[in-house]
């Protein structure tokens, strides 16, 4: 079956710009995070969603950093008034069970690149 | 606050020796998760193992064993006979009671073949 997707795969941007990232998790899996990984180091948790609901963002940076799930599957993760401290790769990975900790599949990331 | 530690920022073998990963955590949750995954060059993370804090046996898959050790706050990971496809960089993770997920810095392993 179809893994997690991410798009753009890229996305190169000017500081002070928005930027909206999308994640297509796996069908059905009802828990979905985001993180960011900066070169060198491991992921960094950003947020989690319970379906529709972010049932834990206390890794976003700042009011600078949003996420929706509306329906329960695609989420997107909005960055407004972008700054170079933002390159990074964004990763979104899902699990098929929500409220307890299990595997989580990742997507590829999208590389953000802000000049 | 969980933290994890990978101290081995870089590690080199020769193909086929054996190869040790270490990890520490540190939480204060009793309930708490152990995670190993894999990022090949292509970039991608890929779930190796995951462990509860009441499972303390070890594990083996394969030429993968892992060793957990509540004692010493250790879920050290061993590859056998390393091949050179297990070039990657692998992370430990911790999670808690709560979804969110520690990642370590993660130990870059380059097998010579």
Do not use: M
Not at chain 2, 59 to 83: D, L, P
Request: charged share 20%; hydrophobic share 30%.
């Amino acid at each position: 079956g179809a893994g997690v997707s991410q798009t753009p795969s890229n996305k190169v941007t000017e500081k002070g710009k928005y930027v909206e990232l999308r994640c297509d998790p796996i069908s059905g899996h009802t828990a979905l995070y985001w993180y960011r990984q900066s070169l060198g180091q491991g992921p960094e948790f950003l947020i989690y969603f319970q379906g529709t609901g972010a049932a834990d963002d206390s890794g976003l940076p700042n009011d600078r950093f949003f996420a929706v799930r509306p329906e329960g599957s695609v989420s997107t993760l909005k960055i407004q008034r972008t700054e170079r401290g933002d390159s990074a790769v964004y990763l979104c990975a899902s699990s098929p069970q929500a409220g307890v900790l299990r595997e989580q599949f990742f997507g590829p990331g999208t590389r953000l690149t802000v000049l | 606050a969980q933290k994890v530690t990978q101290a081995q920022t870089e590690i080199s073998v020769v193909e086929k020796e054996d190869v040790t990963l270490d990890c520490v955590y540190e939480t204060r949750d009793t309930t708490y998760y152990l995670f190993w995954y894999k990022q090949p060059p292509s970039g991608e993370l890929v779930f190796l193992i995951r462990r509860n804090s009441f499972d303390e046996q070890n594990e083996i898959s394969g030429r993968y064993s892992w060793n957990f050790q509540k004692s010493t706050s250790s879920f050290n990971f061993t590859i056998t006979a390393s091949q050179v496809v297990d070039s990657a960089v692998y992370f430990c993770a911790l999670g808690g009671g709560y979804q969110k997920v520690t990642f370590g810095i993660g130990t870059k392993l380059q097998v010579i073949p």
